[in-house]
């Protein structure tokens, strides 16, 4: 069995929890085993149809009230006791702030090799083997896991989803014990950011600016041709983060966020080796630079040289245009 | 208050990786190492609490005799104790192993420890593994990726970075707490602690000292291939008026590329 760990936020199993398993689904046929979703929470068999709905042949939920609010610890003894119990090949996370959080926990318990941030897995002489970027995408590393089960994060917006499918299958509830004093830190909030922004990690473009935007007043020209993509999101250099003109997470590369969108938006953004790190796997990659020795022009599909306070609000509407049509 | 950060000498952001392709590993030669960036900002988090509470900073690296440099860098930050242990093997990409030696190190050499804090990923291996392996294997809490923490007695609060906003942690100590960009600026060293550094003996921990048995030193990791990434194609680049280019920028991708 490959199982899969479903995260879920506001009661909603997330897209990149759906992506890894329709990984899993994909793996698993090659190796001729089942695939499973494992749900963790206060009560979440509820879940189970999206799981389902993705290829699970079945579903756990691992259950107790002290699971309603996401600890590592807590879900960690969860997932272990699963583990123990089902004795899967593979147990697999999408590798969120979540996943990236818990999965190490779970690993560690069980004395598992965990294989983070994979962008490709494969399936050779009956064995799962893992490709994943190193030194920030200069260099991918492919590897197999010694231990049994394997672990892994799987970078979201990655693996593609799988096709649909109806009906369902068994759900097994499981309660979970935890002793008590066994979970010593707790989620006490959440704090939202503007909730109608996305994060560069789950974006589908990424629209991204740099010193060439000389200020913060002018990210308003990119937030602008974001607005004309459905699940777009503003990334920034390192330099326009450091100059204050825009919140840290948006910084995209070697020390921010590493991403790969279908489409990647470089503007005013020269293209040090620390940017390029960060997203240099998106799809399709465009710069707009007035500088044509500008190195960004190296890694890009689309360029245009020209002066970006002339050429982003002409992009924007005539993207407006086309999108509309 | 006791504080321990755990600190990784890597290839600095800079460097250019070539690959040595019979042995499937990175050309360390030629390459300029420092403290992983991450890693900085754990350093600098603990003189702050330092400051702010009293107690010690101890710093521990693992890895070979060169990693004695960023423990210098660290004393010379302003940390009261340094300590190597001496770990001869090259580059796993494995953290399991690595926190197990911490973890064991802790128990051994560190008891007494208050606060573990580390970086939120070491900058190379990019695994983002071992703190939470290590807090998982002493039965700790953890706040990772954490961009403000604050320790009021006997426990911790920390905002931590998710997808579209942050997480309040409380952590019960001692915890685990690893450092993202945005916690604080890490100093420079003064001229004066550069100097005392350069004086001080750095004290060694032997592998062997940790009593950790073959299965729990052997890698999980077995490597099948290291490559470069392909070499995206030339593109195409357009000048000229801007109305025109962002017209055919559009229609190209659309009609070529296809992602709009
Ligand atoms: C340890 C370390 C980690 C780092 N991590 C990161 C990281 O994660 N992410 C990151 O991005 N950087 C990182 N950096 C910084 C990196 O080295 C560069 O300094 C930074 O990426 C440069 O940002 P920039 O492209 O916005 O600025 P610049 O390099 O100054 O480029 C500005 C560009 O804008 C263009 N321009 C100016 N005006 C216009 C105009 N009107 N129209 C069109 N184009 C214009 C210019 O031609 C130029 O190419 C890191 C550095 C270090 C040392
Ligand atoms: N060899 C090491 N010695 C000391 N600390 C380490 C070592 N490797 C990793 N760490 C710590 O663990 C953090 C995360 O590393 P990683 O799991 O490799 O991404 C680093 O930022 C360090 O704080």
């Known amino acids: 069995m490959i199982a899969v760990f479903m995260e879920t936020r506001d009661g909603k199993i997330k897209k990149s929890s759906l992506e890894a398993l329709s990984e899993a689904k994909r793996r698993a046929g090659e190796m001729g085993v089942e695939t499973a979703a494992v749900l963790v929470g206060g009560a979440v068999a509820d879940l189970a149809p999206a799981a389902f709905g993705r290829g699970a042949a079945r579903v756990f939920a691992l259950e107790n009230p002290v699971l309603a609010d996401y600890s590592s610890q807590g879900y960690a003894l969860a997932l272990a006791e699963f583990v123990g119990e089902a004795k899967p090949a593979a147990l697999f996370f999408a590798a969120t702030a979540m996943g990236r959080d818990l999965a190490p926990r779970v690993a560690a318990r069980l004395g598992a090799g965990l294989a983070s941030d994979c962008v490709k897995i494969a399936v050779k002489a009956g064995a799962l083997e893992f490709t994943r970027p190193i030194y920030a995408g200069k260099a991918y590393l492919s590897f197999t896991l010694r231990s049994t089960p394997k672990l892994a994060t799987l970078r979201p917006n990655t693996f593609p989803l799988g096709e649909a499918v109806s009906g369902g299958g068994e759900v097994v509830r499981k309660s979970v014990s935890i002793p008590d004093g066994a979970v010593k830190g707790r989620v006490v909030g959440v704090i939202k950011e503007d909730s109608a922004e996305v994060d560069v990690t789950e974006a589908d473009v990424i629209v991204s600016g740099g010193r060439g935007l000389k200020g913060p007043e002018n990210f308003a020209l990119l937030r602008d041709l974001a607005a004309v993509f459905p699940r777009a999101a503003v990334g920034a250099s390192r330099s326009a983060v450091d100059s204050g003109w825009i919140g840290h997470q948006h910084q995209v590369g070697q020390t921010g966020k590493t991403v790969s969108p279908n489409l990647y938006v470089a503007v005013g953004i020269s293209g040090a080796i620390q940017h390029l790190a960060g997203m240099s796997s998106s799809k399709v990659i465009v710069a707009v630079n007035k500088d044509a020795e500008a190195p960004i022009f190296k890694v890009a599909d689309y360029g245009i040289v020209g002066d970006l306070f002339e050429v982003v609000p002409r992009l924007r509407d005539e993207l407006k245009k086309v999108l509309a049509e | ?260």
């Not at chain 2, 991450?38 to 005799?65: F, H, I, T």
């Not at chain 2, 100590?173 to 945005?182: F, R």
């Not at chain 2, 060694?204 to 077995?222: I, N, R, T």
């Open chain 2, 1 to 260: 208050m006791n504080i321990l950060v755990c600190v990784k000498r890597v290839p600095d952001t800079e460097s250019r990786i070539r690959i040595r392709h019979e042995t499937k590993s990175i050309v360390e030669d030629g390459l300029n190492f420092v403290i992983s960036p991450y890693d900085e900002y754990a350093v600098e988090e603990a003189l702050k609490l330092r400051e702010a509470k009293g107690g010690m900073v101890r710093v521990v690296s693992v890895g070979k005799d060169e990693a004695v440099a960023v423990l210098r860098k660290c004393l010379a930050m302003g940390a009261d104790e340094v300590f190597l242990v001496k770990d001869n093997s090259p580059e796993t990409y494995d953290g399991l192993r690595t926190a197990r030696i911490i973890a064991r190190a802790v128990e051994r050499k560190f008891a007494g420890t208050d606060l573990l804090l580390f970086g939120k990923q070491s900058v190379g291996a990019d695994n983002s593994q071992v703190p939470a392996m290590v807090a998982e294997l002493l039965g700790l809490p953890q706040a990772t990726v954490v961009t403000k923490l604050e320790v009021e007695g006997a426990s911790a609060t920390a905002l931590r970075e998710i997808e579209g906003g942050m997480e309040r942690v409380v952590l019960s100590l001692p915890a685990v707490v690893t450092a993202q960009k945005g916690l604080n600026e890490p100093r420079y060293e003064t001229l004066k602690g550069i100097m005392a550094a350069k004086k001080k003996d750095i004290p060694v921990v032997k592998l062997e000292e940790l009593g950790l048995g073959p299965d729990e030193l052997a890698s999980q990791v077995e490597v099948t291939g290291l490559d470069v990434p392909a070499q995206r194609q030339a593109g195409k680049i357009l000048r000229g008026d801007p109305a025109e280019t962002a017209r055919e920028l559009v229609r190209l991708l659309r009609d070529e590329a296809k992602v709009i």
